[in-house]
């Protein structure tokens, strides 16, 4: 008899773990091993646009957990399989052939397509006698917990987070860490069941997912919970400086600072700041669970000095809870109005806006070749390191959606593919909020104007400079517009394209269309 943990790509950590932490329990209840299971499934993978850089930390991740499973005999079984549609059949297929008594997994992942296949394995199990044990870990308060005075579903972010405040306070076991789990006896190594199992190792690459910069970004993400853990106390502990934007991202060698002058201390005046490393940079550890929101939340109210979840935004451990807060919102949204992850707009009113198609224009977006400095140093950034800041996000985002007029669906596949923390609630949230066709958006009349975002949010132009070499010699307002504030010559000679629409005019395009869906 066995017990089995099924991983997914959501949960790739066995510290505070709450199905890895209760299929350890039963294991040892029962008296029988453990076995952790995780199955690749490249048409998934496909299907959700999932990108190399995404797929290769997954590996990276898996690899760190086989090391700390290994020394607890506790055998980590990672197989490939396809069609997609027979996932549920394998599993119960790999019970049988163990034996196993019990399930175990985290309902990490809350898409249709993966919620559809739980459903599955949960009934196929139970038609072999096979206990299911699922759990609700990947959020600090799981979906369809809050609700408005109504009844209803929340759709707007500040009174939901309020209420996301209370039911924590009410309910503090949304904060406790899962138990450790436990070794299985070594004497699983020598049993005939089970010695083939130790032997599967990680593969390097999955087909269809290979990665060209690898080896860039295993030195800017490091994998695994202790390298998470690492870049957390950076964050807690250590200043940027502005300008530090290099390879290795993390743990670059800052000094130890005071609180109020670490990142942490400053995040509510800079975290909008793309100049300079002002956020926390945990997304990618986040996206793939590598280290729960849990630790993160108790880690900062360790910092505050709290004992009760600490909210308030103008101290930088309220603000940070905020935000990720906003990762639990978009999360319950995903579950409570599921078309939005079908490729429809949360505002259902939106769903006919015209938008533009020229191809060339796209690849200029995706090339960082607009004519736009900061939105081009982003588009390089993403390309670069997989990874870019919140703000700059929202910028490129609503310049693809309103200055370009170009649907948002394609810019949500391209982050999803270009990016190490692709998460398809945040990356959809993200983006329906940019294009004003989501939850709580930025109205479809205030649109961003790209200068003045850069202003702000690269106030020494050191992102742009950085990220756009064409441009290493500008300085003051040239950096931000250099077509306004060079020469017509001196411009010639950056090798640097001209804007590659009117702001302006672009802006009253987009609010025409929405101001009437559908026409042109
Ligand atoms: P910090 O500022 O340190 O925040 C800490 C954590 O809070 C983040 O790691 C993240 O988990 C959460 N968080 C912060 N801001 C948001 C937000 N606006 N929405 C949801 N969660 C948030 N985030 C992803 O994790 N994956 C994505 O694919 C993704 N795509 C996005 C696409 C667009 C167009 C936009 C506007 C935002 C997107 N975000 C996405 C949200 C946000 O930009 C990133 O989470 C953040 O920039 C990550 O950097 P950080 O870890 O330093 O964040």
Redesign the pocket.
């Known amino acids: 008899d066995t017990a089995v943990y099924w991983m997914r790509m959501e949960d790739m950590r066995v510290d505070d773990n709450r199905a890895a932490a209760a299929a350890s329990a039963f294991a040892l209840k029962h008296n029988i091993p453990l076995i952790v299971i995780f199955i690749f499934s490249p048409q998934d993978y496909a299907a959700h646009d999932r990108g190399p850089r995404r797929i290769d930390f997954t590996l990276r991740n898996l690899d760190t957990l086989k090391e700390k499973l290994d020394r607890l005999n506790i055998p980590l079984y990672a197989i490939s399989h396809s069609p997609r549609k027979t996932l549920p059949d394998k599993v119960i297929e790999l019970m049988e052939s163990w034996n196993a008594k019990a399930l175990f997994a985290n309902l990490e992942e809350y898409e249709i397509d993966e919620a559809r296949r739980d459903i599955k394995v949960i009934s196929l199990a139970k038609e072999k006698g096979i206990f299911c044990d699922f759990h609700e870990d990947k959020l600090v308060v799981p979906p369809f917990k809050l609700s408005t005075q109504q009844g209803k579903q929340f759709a707007v972010f500040s009174p939901w987070c309020r209420a996301w405040k209370q039911y924590i306070d009410k309910h503090p076991e949304c904060l406790v860490q899962a138990p450790a789990i436990q070794a299985n006896p070594a004497s699983i190594r020598d049993d005939k069941k089970y010695t083939s199992l130790f032997d599967v190792t990680i593969p390097q690459h999955l087909p269809g997912f290979e990665l060209e910069d690898a080896e860039k970004m295993e030195k800017c993400w490091p994998a695994g919970t202790d390298a998470a853990r690492d870049a957390l106390k950076r ?1 807690l502990t250590t200043k940027y400086r502005v300008g530090q934007l290099d390879v290795p991202l993390l743990n670059n060698g800052a000094k130890t600072v005071s609180k109020n002058d670490t990142r942490l201390g400053r995040y509510s005046q800079d ?1 909008d700041m793309a100049d300079r490393d002002s ?5 990618p550890y ?2 793939a669970g590598v280290i729960s929101a849990r630790e993160l939340i108790r880690e900062t109210m360790k910092f505050q000095g709290v004992n009760k979840i600490n909210m308030e935004r103008d101290n930088g451990g309220g603000m ?1 809870v905020s ?2 807060g ?2 639990d919102f ?1 999360s319950h949204v995903l579950s409570a109005f599921p078309h939005v992850s079908m490729g429809r707009p949360f505002q259902e009113k939106y769903a006919d806006i015209k938008w533009e198609t020229d191809e060339s224009v796209f690849e200029a977006w995706k090339n960082g070749m607009t004519g736009y400095p900061i939105v081009d140093a982003t588009m390089r950034q993403l390309k670069a390191h997989g ?4 703000r700059t ?2 910028i490129v ?1 609503m310049f693809l959606t309103k200055d370009l007029m170009m649907d948002w669906r394609l ?1 949500e596949k391209w ?2 593919q270009q ?1 190490i ?3 398809l609630a ?2 959809n ?3 329906q ?2 294009a004003s066709t989501g939850v709580d958006p930025q109205p479809y009349f205030r649109i961003f104007n790209p200068i003045l975002q850069s202003e702000k949010a690269d106030p020494s132009g050191d992102f742009i400079r950085h990220f756009v070499p064409e441009l290493k010699h500008l300085k003051g307002k040239a950096i931000h517009e250099p077509s306004k504030h060079l020469s017509e010559e001196q411009f010639k000679k950056l090798g640097y394209p001209k804007p590659i629409v009117d702001h302006h005019e672009a802006r009253d395009r987009a609010i025409r269309r929405f101001q009437n869906p559908g026409s042109l």
């Open positions: 964050f975290r956020s926390s940079r945990m997304s986040l996206s940070w935000e990720i906003w990762r978009y990874w870019v800041h919140n996000r929202m985002a810019g982050f999803m990016l923390d692709g998460d945040n990356n949230g993200g983006w909020w940019s």
